[in-house]
């Protein structure tokens, strides 16, 4: 450590990344796992722009290298092949941790890796930022909320959640990252942030990922029907990723630990988001109803008053602007007309 703390030229070892008064911020180093997915990559992009030193941990179960090429050859960045399940040493300020399949399709294909990536992965990362003194954010998920009870969910809501379901992996995993995020707070003092991110959209997102607004917009794309399951009666509020990503970082950089929850207020029911993605791409576009999966909560939409007040952050991007942003970016990837990488 004494050999760290005195390695010049970067961050504030032991600081919990924070800059103290009156010195020009210098770059951080921050590890980003996860970062070669939809919504790692993104905050990496804007972590390079800020001029900090970034290494993404992925084990590209669900990421792309395509997802941050535009980065190599930049000596602040770095790109390491590896499982957040195995031990990993790094010296950093700041740790995003993000490593997880987050959509059903991926997550519940091997429900026990998906738990011991939550639950092993978190611990190996928490264990790491207390070894360097780095601050630690989780990326948690409203789904921690399971079919909620309550309508719009509020952080000091404790979830409605079946811990033997299908979707257990994921949302009792998320659930047990929280509880050894606050437990390395408060038993060996990690620095610590929670958010509790809602459904988010956009650029880079996996084709094929099963979620709801990839599917309608591959599908709509395709000349394919919109899938609807169920009564296409359930809601879900939809984020757009730069939202997402400015919340995380003044999360990260603010004094709070929350948990916040990170999402869009606006809802919709599936029905009414397959007609934005008709009226967006292509007003003949079909619906075809299939039958719900298992376990899926009804109604979905988050109380941001905390993150208003405590971050003062707020989404900007309505479902109607972003939407066409994710659709170029798709459009490009599936017909393969230009370039790879998203926006
Ligand atoms: P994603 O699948 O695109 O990204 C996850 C990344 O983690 C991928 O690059 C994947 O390869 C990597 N990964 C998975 N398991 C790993 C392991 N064991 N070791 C190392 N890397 C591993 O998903 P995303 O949408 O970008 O989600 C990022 C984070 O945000 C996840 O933790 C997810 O639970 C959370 N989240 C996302 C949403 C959303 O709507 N996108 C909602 C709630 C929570
Ligand atoms: N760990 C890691 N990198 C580090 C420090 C720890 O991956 O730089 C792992 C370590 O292998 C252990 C976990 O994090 O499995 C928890 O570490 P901690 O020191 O909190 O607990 P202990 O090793 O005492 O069980
Ligand atoms: N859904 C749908 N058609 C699809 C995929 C999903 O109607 O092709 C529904 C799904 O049943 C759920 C909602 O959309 O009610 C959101 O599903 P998603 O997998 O995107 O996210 P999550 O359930 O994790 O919120």
Redesign the pocket.
Same mark, same amino acid.
């Given at each position: 450590r004494e050999a760290y703390e005195h390695r010049g030229g970067f961050g504030f070892v032991n600081s919990g990344g924070k800059v103290p008064l009156g010195l020009k911020r210098k770059g951080l180093r921050i590890v980003v !796992?996860?970062? /070669?997915?939809?919504?790692? $990559?993104h905050l990496v992009d804007r972590l390079i722009a800020r001029g900090d030193s970034v290494i993404v941990?992925?084990?590209?179960? !669900?990421?792309?290298k395509e997802?941050v090429m535009h980065h190599f050859g930049n000596p602040r960045f770095e790109l390491i092949r590896?499982?957040?399940?195995e031990p990993l040493l790094l010296e950093v300020d700041q740790i995003y941790?993000? /490593?997880?399949? /987050? $959509?059903p399709v991926?997550y519940k294909f091997n429900p026990v890796?998906t738990i011991?990536?939550n639950v092993v992965?978190t611990l190996n990362m928490l264990g790491l930022a207390k070894r360097v003194g780095a601050r630690f954010l989780l990326? $948690? !998920? $409203?789904?921690v909320y399971g079919d909620p009870l309550q309508h719009p969910q509020v952080e000091t809501y404790w979830g409605n959640v079946n811990p033997i379901g299908v979707r257990s992996c994921?949302d009792e995993g998320?659930r047990t990252a929280e509880t050894l995020t606050m437990d390395y707070h408060r038993g060996a003092e990690v620095e610590v942030r929670i958010a509790?991110?809602?459904? !988010?959209?956009g650029p880079?997102?996996?084709i094929d990922?099963g979620?709801v607004v990839s599917n309608f917009v591959a599908q709509a794309l395709r000349k394919e029907p919109l899938t609807v399951y169920g009564d296409g009666k359930q809601t879900r509020s939809f984020?757009y990723?730069s939202d997402?990503v400015e919340g995380l970082m003044r999360l990260m950089e603010g004094e709070h630990v929350g948990p916040f929850n990170l999402g869009n207020p606006g809802e919709f029911t599936m029905l009414e988001l397959a007609q934005v993605v008709q009226e967006t791409i292509d007003p003949n576009a079909t619906i075809e109803f299939k039958p719900n999966t298992e376990d899926d909560p009804h109604k979905r939409k988050p109380d941001i008053s905390k993150a208003k007040e405590q971050l003062g952050w707020e989404p900007k991007v309505a479902l109607r602007k972003g939407l066409p942003l994710m659709v170029s970016d798709f459009r490009q990837r599936i017909f393969g007309d230009q370039k790879e990488n998203g926006a």
């Open positions: !796992t996860g970062g /070669a997915g939809f919504v790692g $990559s941990v992925d084990n590209f179960f !669900t990421g792309r997802n590896h499982d957040v399940v941790h993000l /490593a997880c399949p /987050a $959509s991926h890796k011991k990536t992965g990326t $948690s !998920t $409203s789904e994921y998320k509790r991110i809602f459904n !988010t959209y880079r997102m996996c990922d979620r984020q990723v997402l």
